[in-house]
């Protein structure tokens, strides 16, 4: 009665959402008193499938194939089940980013099996099995009980601190039914040197504040000197100021960095809903009576575009010590 | 080429959530109900693409699982142009009996191409428009930010983690679609509210389907600590607090 994590790769390798996961997997295997096994789908050399092991996998099946460099929901679905069949999985895990959000809804109705989505903790218990996630976008938490065999879970990224147990995975070749591919890419549009929204640790976000889309120099800067991801409010995005995939809120991204800097950002309900989960919020805002106040961590009333210059200039100051 | 949104009637976005029965169900008590933001963007993106005469798209129907509470979020959807609605009569209890639902109904009416939005407001769980796909067993694509029709297929733009992919796929399938998808929801216009009147609203009897989870307890966040305020004039000591204090730098 193993646990199941597909670990997704990204150009044959892992990132730290990948350890994440694996470490998250062998705590839940660790309650349920039974081992993890990784599943991983496409061209990924054994060396860098052998680093699940010291997050705790002890097994990686592997799948491998040119045609797994994009995901088909159907056969990259089938694959999964299958493993979990095969290796007698009662709880499957995935993360929850774009192609976890496309697999493990599937992987439920294909299993039959009960879906905890988008978790930060670990499952409150096990016998029963029930799990605490957030609703209402964040305005309240609750507990809820997976009342089947098997399990499907997501986990959201950044929720769950990498732990190196030092162990050894043993590297399983298998060769599922796959079916056909039905999804048919045209072509991919990678963004190269940036750092990611949802895998940032840092992000530094512009609202409506900034003014216009030529006052962003000053969000780049301290993004750069931060290792940072940039960001913006809903209505930046809207008029067009800043790409949509920079947006975050309800309806755009929904992050967990450690640390998120809303500069010129009023903190409107819709957007709280995706950055409530931030450990360290900082504020920026020339209102003192702006919502973003409330849940901030630090806060600084003033106008956000004569506050960064002199952010980045202390940061740099802080640096040089 | 026949269009199916399904639609989710959510709590409005700006709600004070409480909780019933020692915390173990959401009190609808004086709660506004409106279209699930996600859903509200497929359906604009499905009336643009039906406004589009070369894309050859014949009707978009919705469909909802909900009570007769959610009728006036339905309507409120049929004035922003959809030709007519499906309601099933079943109380929404979790994605996998509400996808098995809207399942069943698309199967028997036959669609072409099934747009979900990705996520709902209320118990984000980002799973019913890729249920119903697993369900039919057809195709779906997830993330879903742009959408052309040409002939019988459909070409997309889906986000991934770090960029972007163009992808096409021959109907039947399922779209799960996000921001990005159109540019704003539209908002009813008088002349689509007087119209959404007369529109078709049928109501179907649900089959029986058991829930594979259920919702024990709802608990509200512990108030947080007041935010700490840093003068603008020495904006060094907010990253001394971020060094020392947060220890996030």
């Known amino acids: 009665m193993a646990v199941l994590v597909y670990t997704e790769n990204w150009d044959g390798k892992f990132k730290k959402l990948s350890f994440e996961l694996v470490s998250y997997a062998s705590k839940v295997a660790e309650m349920l008193g039974t081992t993890i096994s990784a599943v991983s789908i496409g061209n990924v050399d054994d060396d860098e499938l052998a680093k699940l092991g010291n997050y705790g996998a002890s097994k990686v099946v592997k799948v491998e194939g040119d045609g797994y460099s994009s995901l088909d929901s159907q056969v990259f ?169 920079e947006h975050t809120g309800q309806t755009g991204k929904i992050i967990a960095p450690n640390l998120y800097i809303a500069a010129g950002i009023s903190g409107a309900i819709q957007h709280l809903a995706g950055v409530s989960s931030s450990k360290c919020l900082v504020a920026i805002n020339t209102d003192a009576d702006a919502p973003i106040f409330e849940a901030a961590d630090y806060g600084i009333v003033g106008d956000a575009m004569k506050i960064l210059p002199d952010f980045i200039n202390a940061v740099k100051e802080a640096k040089a010590k | 080429m026949k269009l199916v949104v399904c639609l989710g009637n959510v709590p409005d976005t700006t709600t004070k959530v409480k909780f019933g029965d020692d915390g173990t169900a959401f009190d609808k008590t004086g709660v506004q109900w409106i279209i699930n933001p996600w859903d509200e963007l497929a359906l604009t993106r499905a009336m643009e693409l039906k406004e589009d005469a070369g894309n050859a798209v014949s009707s978009v129907t919705l469909i909802t699982v909900g009570p007769k509470e959610a009728e006036p979020t339905m309507r409120k959807a049929l004035a922003i142009g959809a030709d007519d609605a499906i309601r099933v009569n079943a109380e929404p209890t979790d994605a996998y009996t509400v996808a098995s639902q809207l399942a069943g109904v698309i199967k028997e009416k036959g669609f072409d191409l099934v747009m979900c939005g990705i996520e709902s407001s209320d118990y984000n769980g980002a799973a019913v428009g890729s249920m119903v796909a697993e369900f039919l067993e057809l195709p779906s694509v997830s993330a879903v930010s742009g959408m052309s029709i040409a002939g019988e297929e459909v070409e997309m733009t889906r986000d991934i983690d770090g960029g972007k992919e163009i992808v096409s796929v021959q109907t039947p399938f399922v779209a799960v679609v996000q921001k990005g998808i159109t540019k704003e929801p539209r908002i009813p216009a008088m002349r689509g509210i007087m119209m959404a009147r007369k529109k078709p609203l049928a109501v179907v009897e649900p089959t029986q389907v058991d829930a594979l989870t259920d919702f024990t307890k709802f608990e509200l966040p512990q108030p947080k600590a007041p935010c700490k305020m840093v003068d603008p004039e020495n904006v060094a000591e907010l990253v001394e607090f971020l060094q020392n204090e947060a220890k996030v730098l």
């Not at chain 1, 694959?79 to 493990?104: F, M, R, T």
């Not at chain 1, 099996?113 to 903790?121: D, F, I, K, M, P």
């Not at chain 1, 997976?146 to 060769?175: D, P, R």
Request: charged content about 20%.
């Open chain 1, 77 to 245: 679905t089938n694959i999964i089940a299958q493993a979990a069949e095969k290796e007698g999985a009662k709880v499957v895990i995935l993360s929850h980013n774009n192609n976890g959000k496309a697999l493990a809804p599937r992987l439920s109705v294909k299993l039959k099996a009960a879906l905890g989505s988008a978790l930060v903790e670990l499952p409150v218990s096990v016998e029963p099995f029930v799990v605490s996630k957030k609703v209402f976008s964040g305005k309240a938490a609750g507990n809820v009980a997976l009342n089947t065999e098997v399990k499907v879970l997501t986990l959201a990224q950044n929720s769950f601190e990498v732990v190196e147990s030092g162990g050894n995975a043993a590297i399983e070749a298998f060769t599922p039914e796959v079916g056909e591919v039905k999804t048919i890419v045209k072509d991919v549009q990678k963004q190269t040197g940036k750092i990611l929204l949802n895998d940032a640790e840092v992000v530094v976000s512009g609202g409506r504040g900034m003014k216009s889309a030529d006052n962003w120099g000053s969000i780049e800067e301290l993004a750069d000197l931060l290792g940072a991801a940039t960001a913006c409010s809903r209505p930046v995005s809207d008029e067009g100021w800043r790409p949509h995939e």
